[in-house]
């Protein structure tokens, strides 16, 4: 998956057309219910690290993307590598520091002082925990756009970008086994990844 992280290399003054613009543009539309339905398992497998209950996890989560929805239209991308991902970050970690600090006051609850350790460790950006975050980020980021724009193509241009880009296989090779022109099989992993570029604008960033 990471091997084509440095295809979707990306200028800020092309992300208009991005799944992230969308979003902040429709005010709660389609593009905005993708964004939440691709960063809601991501949000939710790291929220659940931290010793939250079921209930407690899907409470979280619907906060993050609340905060995000308010405060996308305010959100400038910096042109720094991961922008938005960082920005995300720390929403969560904000977030969680709130609700394990309302937990000192319970005395049912214990290890508040270890997940609130763990948590600064998160905010924290040259940390391991954090870069973690970038890599599941993007690889679940990735994947999910990924399946979004895969209907667009026809079997036989998804199977020569496929090939080309994740098993890593030469474009006369690709072109001999589908029975295809090395232009066509170019051409094909050209199409898929300008399409991937437009969706991923913001919100995947490579440097």
Same mark, same amino acid.
């Given at each position: 998956?990471?091997?084509?992280?440095?295809? !979707?290399? !990306?200028?800020?003054?092309?992300?208009?057309?991005?799944?992230?613009?969308?979003?902040?543009?429709?005010?709660?539309?389609?593009?905005? #219910?993708?964004?939440?339905?691709?960063?809601?398992?991501?949000?939710?497998?790291?929220? &659940?690290?931290?010793?939250?209950?079921?209930?407690?996890?899907?409470?979280?989560?619907?906060?993050?993307? !609340?905060?995000?929805?308010?405060?996308?239209?305010?959100?400038?991308?910096?042109?720094?590598?991961? &922008?938005?991902?960082?920005?995300?970050?720390?929403?969560?970690?904000?977030?969680?520091?709130?609700?394990?600090?309302?937990?000192?006051?319970?005395?049912?609850?214990?290890?508040?002082? +270890?997940?609130?350790?763990?948590? &600064? #460790?998160?905010?924290?950006?040259?940390?391991? &925990? +954090?870069?973690?975050?970038?890599?599941?980020?993007?690889?679940?980021?990735?994947? +999910?756009?990924?399946?979004? !724009?895969?209907?667009?193509?026809?079997?036989?241009?998804?199977?020569?970008?496929?090939?080309?880009?994740?098993?890593?296989?030469?474009?006369?090779?690709?072109?001999?086994?589908?029975?295809?022109?090395?232009?066509?099989?170019?051409?094909?992993? +050209?199409?898929?990844?300008?399409?991937?570029?437009?969706?991923?604008?913001?919100?995947?960033?490579?440097?």
């Amino acid at each position: 998956m990471f091997s084509i992280r440095v295809e !979707i290399s !990306i200028r800020m003054n092309e992300t208009s057309v991005s799944l992230l613009a969308q979003a902040c543009d429709d005010g709660g539309g389609a593009s905005w #219910e993708r964004l939440a339905a691709i960063y809601s398992p991501l949000l939710r497998q790291w929220t &659940a690290r931290y010793q939250l209950q079921p209930s407690d996890v899907d409470d979280l989560v619907q906060e993050v993307l !609340i905060a995000v929805s308010r405060e996308l239209p305010e959100f400038r991308h910096s042109g720094r590598t991961g &922008a938005f991902r960082k920005w995300l970050r720390t929403i969560l970690v904000h977030r969680l520091q709130n609700f394990w600090r309302s937990q000192q006051r319970r005395p049912v609850r214990v290890g508040t002082s +270890s997940v609130l350790k763990q948590l &600064a #460790e998160l905010e924290d950006d040259t940390s391991s &925990a +954090s870069r973690m975050w970038d890599a599941d980020h993007d690889r679940h980021v990735l994947s +999910s756009l990924l399946d979004d !724009i895969r209907p667009r193509f026809e079997p036989a241009t998804w199977d020569a970008f496929q090939r080309q880009m994740f098993r890593g296989e030469k474009g006369k090779a690709v072109a001999s086994e589908l029975g295809m022109s090395l232009k066509a099989v170019q051409l094909a992993k +050209s199409r898929v990844l300008q399409a991937l570029r437009s969706q991923a604008a913001g919100l995947i960033d490579c440097a």
